[in-house]
């Protein structure tokens, strides 16, 4: 079992990612294992504002996919319960449900992979429904520092065209980015930014995440 725990200094600015040369094996898709987590601190970019800190724990893996426990990481305060695929593509994300799974990866992974799939979006909560036009790439290999250390990861940069499915209304359409960089060390991504457009390009939520810390089974 590996634990790692970084704390960043105050103040101290994270180091900018830099290209590495890519000599590296294709990146196979992820084992998770009940008892690995990862906690990461949201910044709504936006405000230039950070948020809560999250810890993601795996609490069951079978046949239907990843399942996890979103916590609070000071208090341990349960706030969802969400299912990913065994690749660790979204499928339930609380509200949120995709069918198929969301596919942020394509495993195995290297520099110049793309792939375009599609997917439904339902909140039955609300009674709402998108589609969504998935393209995704893998850009290269990026020696990038968070707070919960420096990692060689590889980063991809996933768009999503998606539509409402209410009938004459462009309500509900847009396109949503996440660039992020994924590290086999850690088994996730280890920096995700997000930037989500209205159906007349105007931005209207900017976020990321970084990792804090991380525990391997």
């Not at 893996?61 to 706030?79: C, M, P, Q, T, Y």
């Not at 999503?160 to 994924?182: D, H, I, K, R, V």
């Amino acid at each position: 079992m590996t634990i790692r725990y970084t704390l960043m200094a105050l103040g101290l600015a994270l180091a900018a990612p830099f290209a590495l040369a890519d000599d590296h094996a294709p990146v196979a898709a992820p084992a998770p294992a009940v008892g690995d987590s990862w906690t990461y601190q949201y910044t709504d970019v936006w405000k230039g504002a950070k948020g809560n800190l999250n810890r993601i724990e795996v609490t069951g893996v079978d046949a239907a996919g990843v399942h996890v426990d979103i916590k609070r990481a000071a208090s341990g305060a349960l706030l969802t319960r969400q299912l990913f695929s065994a690749e660790m593509n979204p499928i339930d994300r609380g509200a949120m449900h995709f069918a198929p799974a969301f596919t942020r990866y394509a495993f195995p992974l290297a520099p110049g992979k793309e792939w375009t799939t599609d997917a439904t979006g339902d909140n039955p909560k609300s009674g709402k429904h998108w589609r969504y036009r998935i393209k995704g790439k893998v850009l290269n290999w990026e020696k990038i520092t968070v707070p919960a250390g420096q990692f060689d990861a590889l980063k991809l940069e996933v768009e999503a065209l998606y539509n409402g499915e209410e009938p004459n209304s462009p309500g509900g359409s847009g396109q949503l980015t996440e660039t992020l960089w994924f590290a086999p060390e850690v088994n996730n991504f280890v920096k995700l930014d997000y930037r989500d457009t209205d159906w007349n390009g105007r931005i209207f939520n900017r976020d990321s995440w970084e990792l804090t810390a991380y525990v391997r089974k």
